[in-house]
């Protein structure tokens, strides 16, 4: 393998003209790694027409922008291409991605190709002598293993929220270095088609002053009334994790996290929900939260505000009584 | 089409996770290793496009915890064939090391689509889909939620992205992609039939190829995070708790 310089590499995420909140967060922590390293902060910024985005970028010392029709929309095959001619040429010590759709497809993909170790799904990121030691979250946040990566090339996927965007924020305009691409992109094997937009016609879970979420643990499709009165005496709606959506008991828009909504309600219950990172980034800028999970180990606690380890169909139709008692209309 | 499905196993949660006494892996004695859930579902997607358009669809486990009753269950489920892939050491390999011989073996028996999961819980070192893509020089999409394979030698799949907006992307076979959820869930096939397809099916075996082993890193420790860090946790009985709550929302002006 190349020996690299001690430089770290963001990819820009961007999806409809516009950068991804995450990569802020991956800037901001970028900037202090670049600095302990000794190398300098660059932002590979790659897509069709995408230079007017570059200001925004202007934590970087610098800005690699490429654009090409080839790479209008994200592919892991187009992007991952440039990627590596660009790193292959000028190596940088540390290529940081988010730990999203499309960062961890690039980075899974690139790590590969490149044959130059991953570690996925970080949440800490640190310098001690030159050697980059990283801690990565599993098993759905129970469990974490701290990492030393060698001295060479190294990517990481970062997990969205594991650090603050505002350092990644800056009034400063970047130094912006334009590219073509410096790889035919004719021969690429996939083709986006079209965007997809979300199904419209539900209720806005982004909309909803207080959500009622309900995970695994609601256990049948029969059990969602015992949610759906709750939020009816809050004035809320009831959203779901990802195992819900995928059995077909409510649909796709009422999905929180990675691949659903981001949700900022004054009130969050979280029902039989673990608290995997990929729910918890959807969520955990919640005014109140309040976690109902028969585990008192949940990852969902170290989010939550307060904790009731309990078996929700203990709590619920307590909780419901109560309110219901409350209603000025009650009987 | 052939389609090839790899199935991983993984860590079971419901179980308390246990380090080992060396500090950087699972004491494997307290582990039970299930079938990775997004894995399921590649399982399940695999499945739908061989009903739909026929071909044949082979599983593809490292012999690993519940391997073998994974593998019974694909077979009922309607996979065509299962291969076990054996000589895997105890504390198992990361996914790099583990993505080097399942490509390997991918790389002989050439199949038109390779399914797997996109993450699985336990993954560390990389993720298997992107890497045996990489290892393959093979066209991928990951983080997908449909398959379809409207035209020949290619495939039609949704990936997925923050928001709930997904891109329709085409993909020239032969390919890698990376199941997050199939378009309807994993089917259920009764114990009945499993046990069934224990005594008339078999799995093929087959010792895993030595492949160079990617450049590894080195796990300093493994460790469990603090348990609740921040939430106050509240005690008594199901209706002191209950009460409790409402108390709180009541204090934020929330209950109407
Ligand atoms: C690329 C990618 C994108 C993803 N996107 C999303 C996303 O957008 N949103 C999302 O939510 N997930 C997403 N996931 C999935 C995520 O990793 C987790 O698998 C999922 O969030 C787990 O959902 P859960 O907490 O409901 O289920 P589990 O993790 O199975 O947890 C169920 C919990 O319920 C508790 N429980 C069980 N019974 C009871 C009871 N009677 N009373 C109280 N508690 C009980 C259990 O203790 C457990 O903690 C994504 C994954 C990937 C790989
Ligand atoms: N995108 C898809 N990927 C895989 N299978 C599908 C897809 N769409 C439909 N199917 C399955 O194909 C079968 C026939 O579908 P249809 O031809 O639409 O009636 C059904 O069992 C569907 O579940």
New interface residues.
Partial sequence: MSTSGQDVWVYVEHLKGEVLGHTYELLGKGREVAGALGGRLVAVLAGSAVQPLASTLGVADSVLCIEDAGLAEFTPEGHGAVLRALAEKDPPRLMLFGATSAGMDLAALTSATMGIPLVVNCKEIGIEDDRVVVTSQMCGGKLLGEVETGGNMVALTVLPGAFPSQKGLSDRAPTVQNLPSPVPLEGVRTRVTRLLEPEAGDVDITRAPVLIAVGRGIQRQDNLPLAEELAGLLGGAVCASRPVIDQGWLPLTRQVGKSGMVVKPKFYLALGISGASEHVEGMKDSELTIAVNSDPRAPIFDVADYGVAADMFDVLPILTEELRARKPSAP | MNIAVLLSMV?D?VE??EIAPSGVA?DTQWLRYLLS?SDD?ALEQALLLKERYGGKVTALALDRGEAEEALYTALARGADEAVKLTGIPEEGWGK?AA?AVVGAVLKESAPDLILTG??A???????M???????L?L?????TRSVDAPGAGKV?V???????????????LP?VI?V??AP??PRYVPVARIREARKTRTISEREAPSVAA????????????E????????DGT??E??????T??EN?G???
């Avoid at chain 2, 949704?158 to 020239?172: H, L, R, T």
């Fill in positions: 860590p949660l308390e996770l699972l859930e579902h790099r993505a996109v993450q819980i336990d993954d560390m070192d990389g993720h889909a992107g890497a045996l893509a990489g290892i020089g066209p991928f999409v990951g983080v039609l949704q990936k997925e992205y923050p928001g709930g907006m997904a891109a329709e992307i085409e993909v020239d390919a990376g997050l959820s309807q869930p990617p450049e590894g890193l080195v796990i300093r420790r493994l460790f469990k995070p348990p609740a860090e921040r939430a106050e946790m509240l199901p209706e708790m209950a009460r409790q709550i409402v709180i929302l934020r929330l209950v109407r």
